[in-house]
């Protein structure tokens, strides 16, 4: 063979090669793409479905970490902190959100309310428009400062209007006294604010509210276990959970 047909047969096969190796260059590729397309396809689903147990978890977190700051608050004081603080002519100043800051690694913000000041007050203004993670829960989409986390406030329960809770008042069990509830969005409020929630409010909110969570919403006992309340629980055992020494023994 001479050096002309040898060059000639190198040619042929280099470009015969660089055709096979494009080829199986964008077949690989377009393979890669495919693959990508169904994983996501496949697990798009998943991750939808994943989101709303993931920010009902993260709010059960909330409500423990409300929880424990309240017992810790007590440990102090001796006392559950009243609903709200009043001053001297019984003008509602600040929320038992506020009071517990210190004990949600809040102690700096605490330290620059001026508590003889009303919440909303300009002197609060920097507190007022400060978002607390714990009082937010991941389903809701509310302003900043906003929460739907609220003590439940009535004649019989362990939060009082004005007045600290002793914890031996409550006769009817830690584990069966609704604390601390979560309420709808049509219901939330600044978290500074001296907002909470009565037995009507509560009451309406079942089965009819519209819920942050599918099927109900989260709330906290006074032993400060979470649970989550069916949307379809009865208004006989709702008002005998939010009771602190009605005698009931109902369980939720």
């Known amino acids: 063979m001479t050096a002309n047909s040898q060059s000639r047969v190198a040619a042929n096969y280099l470009k015969q090669r660089s055709g ?3 080829v199986k260059t964008l077949s690989a590729f377009l393979f890669a793409i495919v693959t990508l397309g169904l994983l996501a396809l496949f ?50 100043l600040h929320s038992w959100r506020t009071l517990i800051l210190p004990y949600l690694d809040s102690n700096t913000l605490y330290r620059k309310i001026d508590l ?11 507190a007022f428009n400060t978002s607390i993670h714990a009082y937010q829960c991941p389903s809701t989409i509310l302003p900043t400062n906003h929460t739907t986390y609220m003590a439940v406030v009535t004649s019989n329960s362990c939060f009082q209007a004005t007045e600290p809770r002793l914890l031996s008042d409550i006769k ?12 709808d969005v049509e219901h939330a409020v600044p978290w500074m604010a001296p907002s909470d929630a009565d037995e009507a409010l509560l009451q309406s909110l079942f089965p009819q509210g519209k819920h942050s969570h599918t099927g109900g919403m989260h709330g906290a006992c006074v032993d400060g276990s979470v ?3 069916n949307q379809n629980i ?14 009931e023994t109902q369980e939720f």
């Open 20 to 22: 096979f190796t494009l």
């Open 234 to 247: 009865s208004p006989e055992v709702l008002r005998a959970i939010i009771s602190i020494a009605g005698g």
């Open 43 to 92: 697990l798009t689903p998943v991750t939808r479905s994943a989101r709303p147990a993931a920010h009902r978890s993260q709010c059960k977190n909330n409500l423990k970490q409300i929880s424990i700051a309240l017992f810790n608050y007590e440990s102090h004081y001796h006392a559950l902190p009243p609903a709200y603080t009043v001053d001297a002519n019984g003008k509602p």
């Open 116 to 126: 003889t000041k009303a919440w909303d007050d300009p002197a609060n203004a920097v």
């Open 227 to 229: 649970r989550f309340i």
């Open 172 to 183: 009817d069990g830690l584990s069966k006294t609704l604390m601390v509830i979560e309420v």
